[in-house]
């Protein structure tokens, strides 16, 4: 059984569109997390949702926004994509939004915005 | 705040050699400081974490690391390199009351030669 499932695994898109992606953690863990890792492969948190009430809002464009139905589930919506946001994003989840956590990774979604 | 050095994005070794991958974190309250790895393709996986209890701290795959305060230095280290090991291997610090939030380094690539 997959603990953290991301869907869909790689996403092409035009510039202007708008996209989603999904996040399913059976772990039965509080928090959930979104990372953005760039070409560089540095890796940025941009938002956490502790029990579907967000908690960690990085300074992202607000053309993101997430939403968590569910504490199983984290959805991220972009809007109006933009080539930079090309990038790989990674959902994680934590058993609390504690500092010691473990934090256990998705496989990732890859966006690329032609 | 609180940030993450990892000296040399690069690092190459031979099967069977030390591996030595340096991190430096700075904190402004007391750290907590973990090593992830990330093969390609995949998402992040917790290697170890140090969480203020040993300074040495075991890992999985023969890894381990130390925590100088004095050097504000969580360096990873592997007495015996192996194929698989090459990967890419992020360095992140969090603290206190930070929610879960983690700051990560720019990662380090290991490469090993046969």
């Known amino acids: 059984d997959t603990a953290v499932s991301q869907t869909p695994k790689y996403l092409v898109t035009q510039m202007g569109n708008d996209k989603s992606i999904k996040c399913e953690q059976n772990?039965?863990?509080?928090?959930m997390y979104w990372y953005k890792q760039d070409s560089k492969k540095f890796l940025k948190i941009m938002f956490s949702?502790?029990?579907?009430?967000?908690?960690i809002n990085e300074t992202v464009p607000n053309r993101f926004s997430p939403k968590s139905p569910d504490k199983a589930h984290l959805n991220l919506h972009i809007n109006s994509l933009e080539l930079g946001d090309s990038a790989v994003y990674f959902c994680?989840?934590?058993?609390?939004?504690?500092?010691?956590?473990?934090?256990?990774f998705g496989p990732g979604t890859r966006l690329t915005v032609l | 705040a609180q940030s993450v050095t990892q000296l040399g994005s690069h690092v190459s070794v031979s099967e069977g050699a030390l591996v030595l991958l340096r991190c430096n974190y700075s904190?402004?309250?007391?750290?907590?400081l973990f090593w992830y790895v990330q093969y390609p393709n995949q998402g992040l996986q917790l290697l170890l974490k140090?969480?203020?209890?040993?300074?040495l701290v075991k890992g999985i795959n023969g890894f381990e690391a130390e925590f100088k305060k004095s050097e504000t230095s969580f360096h990873l280290t592997k007495p015996s390199a192996h194929m698989s090991d090459a990967a890419e291997y992020f360095c992140?610090?969090?603290?206190?009351?930070?929610?879960?939030?983690?700051?990560f380094g720019d990662g380090t690539t290991l490469t090993v030669k046969p």
């Open positions: 994680a989840s934590s058993q609390q939004a504690t500092s010691t956590d473990t934090q256990y």
């Open positions: 772990l039965g863990h509080d928090t």
């Open positions: 949702y502790n029990n579907k009430e967000l908690i």
């Open positions: 904190s402004s309250v007391p750290p907590y």
């Open positions: 140090y969480t203020s209890a040993a300074t």
């Open positions: 992140a610090v969090s603290g206190r009351g930070n929610a879960g939030k983690s700051t």
